[in-house]
């Protein structure tokens, strides 16, 4: 009998699907002038946020090409490359130091996951390059960990837990039960949660940490349903909640608890079935605001760049409020030196037409975190895309964070 | 103790899953000696196709056509890709080049619809649990379980009294002689492949019951599957199945303890199961033995 395959090359085949998410090649888009100035953004466009991360990247296009169309900026073209960090930490640091090094970019911005953004927040300070976060929201980005190179858009755990949790505790009861991604984002929003709920004086019954990624929720929910809790709140975000709320809903868990969560976003609500489409959560942005200014004409002008019928989401507010600010910063400081655009940035406030909401939207200067509002509120179950949630107010940011001195932050200018 | 059972018993229907999983991917290593890494592509494209299919015929007919469908995309593959390959020996080729595919597949799946997931509805019978203190057993795993069930069976029938069937296990056996004595050798292997693929496309429709639809979602699912091989014994079809079963249930048990530790601990049994027993628990000897 001819031995045609080995046992050892089975396994090897493990090893290799063990790397298999590293390469992907880079997205380019080229300037015409001479000498453009370089952004270099990371965002996942594979993997389990990479709708998210596509989201952020139509957004940062929006913003660049009203850049150029108005001159560029400081009299040079702007240029943005794009690269793939597929959510992991490691590699997006990776593409960090590709995007500074080889493609000689001045300013960086990006990350989905909390992990990418704290492993790029870490590059960017050594490179002593300016880091425009987009998208990882767990506390210590503009808190322990803060650096002077370091801003964020989108707002942090904490402010997430606290734009929801007393209209959760006061609707539903104080017995709640977590199920929560097992990473740096969950972690700190489950704390902020967790402290929230003792304040308000309720209970936690327990927490199940789930992997990143994870397909399977059962186990975890048939833990939930013995701990008999008021709320169910569900942390997990992107591909995760749709398949963990698909499964609670199967196991009519949605029907014996309320549900809530943190963060829930628009590519999250197209993605739920029909019968996972309940409970409270939290988004950044949304794109039906009647009486705020400047947000109709936005939302015409994505559609326009667009046509494949979607909405802007607060993934694309958050590319587009990155670049956009990004640019502001370098035409105060009439520099694109990393130095000069953080000083010019701290106490900014963004326009209008930019924050595209109706409360005071600036940047902290002592810990460079964007102060935008929450928008917490209910998924309509009836709901038809775009029209998936219901806003129950809109929370300005400076209300619900924490304060420069609670949030740790200590930022490290000696340079 | 309760907690214990509902896992235990929750970690064998997530086992079944793995082995219906499994036995595709047996199916093909064994006679096409191909290391199909792009199964969990196969599956994308079962679940994907369901997804378009269940606007016109319904969940029940997506159920039947999409992985049908699936098996023709299969042979296609197999025809155009992988029978150039099998004159070189070493299987390391058609592992990458299915490798490759894996890739390719996932990107087309991207581009046709979109990065962003999507929901399969299934029908509201399948949709809630079976009984209320067995919450867990949903109407829609007991379909998993029957499915897999049913195709277990079914292949086991047709590997043991169809021509076809008796070819591909003679031709696992010994594919040279089998072709001396005149058995078209090529057809058979495409068929097999395709028949893997049918597999692969069921288990698609199958997650897409319980997961949302993504362009990746294969890749996390592919991984037990290896592992079930491996723990059940590379080139045994009733390995696979066990070794599901099996890695289904530890982890299940392994939840109930120590949670964090129930995706490490299926890797931690085949570990044990190399360095124990290194051709698997059914490993190697043929099929259904």
């Known amino acids: ?415 | 103790m309760e907690l214990l059972l509902f896992n235990s018993f929750n970690g064998l229907i997530q086992g079944v899953f793995y082995a219906l999983m499994a036995l595709g991917l047996a199916l093909i290593l064994s006679l096409n000696s191909v290391i199909n890494m792009a199964h969990g592509g196969f599956l994308v494209i079962g679940a994907y196709l369901a997804y378009s299919l269940s606007g016109y015929l319904g969940f029940w007919g997506a159920l039947v056509a999409a992985p049908v469908l699936t098996g023709i995309i299969g042979l296609f593959a197999e025809r155009a890709l992988i029978r150039p390959l099998y004159k070189r020996s070493d299987p390391l080729y058609s592992l990458l080049l299915t490798f490759g595919l894996a890739l390719i597949i996932e990107d087309m799946t991207r581009t046709i619809w979109g990065a962003q997931g999507l929901p399969l509805e299934i029908p509201d019978v399948l949709n809630s649990p079976v009984s209320a203190d067995y919450f867990f057993i949903t109407g829609f795993r007991v379909l998993i379980m029957a499915i897999t069930a049913a195709s277990a069976i079914g292949l086991y029938l047709a590997l043991r009294y169809t021509l076809i069937g008796i070819r591909i296990r003679a031709g696992i056996r010994d594919l040279e002689t089998v072709s001396a004595l005149g058995v078209n050798i090529y057809k058979l292997r495409a068929l097999n492949f395709g028949f893997g693929c049918i597999f692969a496309g069921l288990a698609g429709v199958l997650a897409a019951g319980v997961l949302g639809l993504t362009p990746p979602m294969g890749n996390s699912l592919i991984m037990p599957s290896f592992v079930a091989i491996i723990v059940g014994g590379v080139g045994s079809l009733f390995g696979a199945l066990i070794g599901g079963l099996l890695i289904g249930l530890a982890a299940g048990i392994t939840t109930t303890y120590y949670p964090a530790a129930s995706e490490a601990v299926i890797y931690l049994m085949m570990l044990l199961v190399l360095v124990i027993r290194p051709r698997g628990l059914f490993g190697e000897e043929g099929l259904f033995e």
């Open chain 1, 1 to 415: 009998m001819k031995r045609k395959f080995s046992r050892r090359q089975v396994i090897k085949t493990g090893a290799i699907l063990g790397v298999s998410t590293v390469f992907s090649p880079p997205i380019l888009s080229f300037a015409q002038g001479e000498t453009p100035i370089r952004v270099g953004m990371h965002d996942p466009l594979t993997g389990t946020y990479a709708a998210e991360g596509e989201s952020e990247v139509r957004g940062a296009k929006m913003a660049l090409a009203e850049i150029n169309a108005k001159g560029g900026l400081l009299g040079r073209k702007l240029d943005l490359v794009i690269e793939d960090d597929a959510a992991n930490a490691g590699l997006a640091a990776q593409k960090a130091h590709k995007l500074i090094e080889q493609d000689k970019c001045s300013l960086l911005m990006g990350a989905v996951s909390s992990a990418t953004a704290l492993s790029v927040n870490q590059v960017a300070h050594d490179q002593k390059t300016l880091y425009m976060v987009t998208g990882g929201h767990t506390d210590p980005v503009t808190g322990s960990q803060c650096h002077w190179t370091t801003f964020r858009i989108c707002t942090t755990t904490y402010m997430l837990a606290a734009g929801l949790a007393s209209t959760l505790y006061k609707k539903f009861g104080g017995k709640w039960y977590f199920i929560t991604p097992d990473y740096a984002y969950g972690h700190t929003l489950q704390a902020a949660y967790s402290k929230l709920l003792k304040d308000m004086g309720g209970t936690e019954l327990g927490n199940s940490l789930a992997p990143l990624g994870s397909t399977d929720y059962s186990s975890y929910l048939i833990k939930a349903q013995q701990a008999k809790p008021d709320v169910l709140i569900l942390l997990v975000d992107g591909q995760d909640l749709v398949n963990c709320m698909k499964q609670a809903a199967q196991f009519g868990l949605t029907k014996k608890f309320a549900i809530g969560g943190g963060l829930t976003e628009l590519e999250v609500l197209k993605a739920l079935p029909k019968e996972a489409k309940l409970g409270w959560w939290t988004v950044e942005w949304w794109w039906d605001q009647p009486n705020t200014p400047h947000v109709k004409e936005w939302v015409a002008s994505y559609q326009k760049a667009y046509t494949d019928g979607s909405y802007p989401s607060a993934r694309t507010w958050f590319g587009y409020a990155g670049l956009h600010s990004l640019g502001l910063g370098v035409t105060k400081a009439k520099s694109i030196e990393s130095a000069k655009v953080a000083k010019a940035l701290e106490g900014l406030v963004l326009p209008p037409e930019i924050a595209l909401q109706p409360n005071k939207v600036y940047f902290r200067a002592k810990d460079h975190q964007l102060m935008s509002s929450e928008f917490p509120g209910e998924i309509l179950s009836d709901g038809v895309y775009p029209n998936l949630f219901k806003v129950s107010e809109i929370v300005p940011g400076d209300k619900i964070a924490l304060t420069e001195e609670q949030a740790g932050c200590k930022l490290d200018y000696a340079t």
